[in-house]
């Protein structure tokens, strides 16, 4: 079956230090890949995704993301965190057998802390 | 605004009640989503919407959920006979064309959904 982990609820970063919050994936063939980030009481917005190409994926934010197929992995990275990136981030993988739907990770809590 | 409404953005039923969700998406999307996030859950696909037409309802969970789409434009999902395990932060999304797996999805705030 295909699916998304999210292996860490909820990641505490220091203002100023490098962030990472973890994805991995299991699919079959080639993944396409997302990362989606919910502010409190916003809607989600979409911040990068990985299609082809680059594994190093930049996105909105200053966010970015290296995909890693032999660990079957889509980290999410920032190199200095601040205090407003602290949200909810999901990654999400296309169903392989749809052209649309996606299966969504539980979510990552970020906490950036002053 | 440019973007998706979603409304009420809570609502607070009792078990048994109907109610409605509404989703206005982005003026020109032609394809629209409606998914359920769970607390400590992920997003779950309920429905889509191609224009008016929905391909794929397989998302639903049961026969008390129902959507339409009108117009190719504003969307309501309903839910009949309400409860308590359908509480939850409903969620709304457009995209531009749909069927294309690069199109990246703009959500609504979603409805904030309480069963008593």
């Known amino acids: 079956a295909q699916s998304v982990a999210q292996p860490e609820d909820q990641v505490n970063v220091a203002e100023g230090n490098p962030l990472t919050v973890k994805c991995t994936y299991s699919?079959?063939?080639?993944?396409?890949l997302f990362w989606y980030v919910q502010y409190p009481n916003r809607g989600l917005q979409f911040l990068l995704k990985y299609i082809t190409g680059d594994n190093l994926v930049k996105g909105s934010y200053g966010f970015e993301a290296e995909f890693n197929k032999s660990q079957t992995s889509f980290h999410l990275k920032k190199p200095s965190a601040l205090v407003s990136d602290s949200a909810l981030y999901f990654c999400?993988?296309?169903?392989?057998?749809?052209?649309?739907?996606?299966?969504w990770g539980a979510g990552t809590k970020l906490i950036i802390k002053p | 605004g440019a973007g998706v409404s979603q409304s009420p953005s809570n609502k607070v039923t009792e078990k048994g009640k109907d109610v409605e969700l509404r989703c206005d998406p982005i003026s020109g999307h032609t394809a629209l989503y409606w998914y359920r996030q769970s607390l400590g859950q992920g997003l779950e696909f309920l429905i889509y919407f191609q224009g008016n037409s929905a391909p794929d309802k397989s998302g639903l969970p049961s026969d008390r959920f129902s959507a339409e789409r009108t117009g190719g434009s504003v969307s309501t999902l309903t839910i009949q006979r309400t409860q308590q395990e359908d509480s939850a932060v409903y969620l709304c999304?457009?995209?531009?064309?749909?069927?294309?797996?690069?199109?990246?999805?703009?959500f609504g705030p979603g409805t904030r959904l309480l069963v008593l």
């Open positions: 699919v079959s063939g080639n993944p396409y």
């Open positions: 999400a993988v296309r169903l392989l057998d749809s052209n649309y739907q996606l299966i």
């Open positions: 999304a457009s995209s531009p064309v749909g069927g294309a797996w690069v199109e990246t999805q703009y």
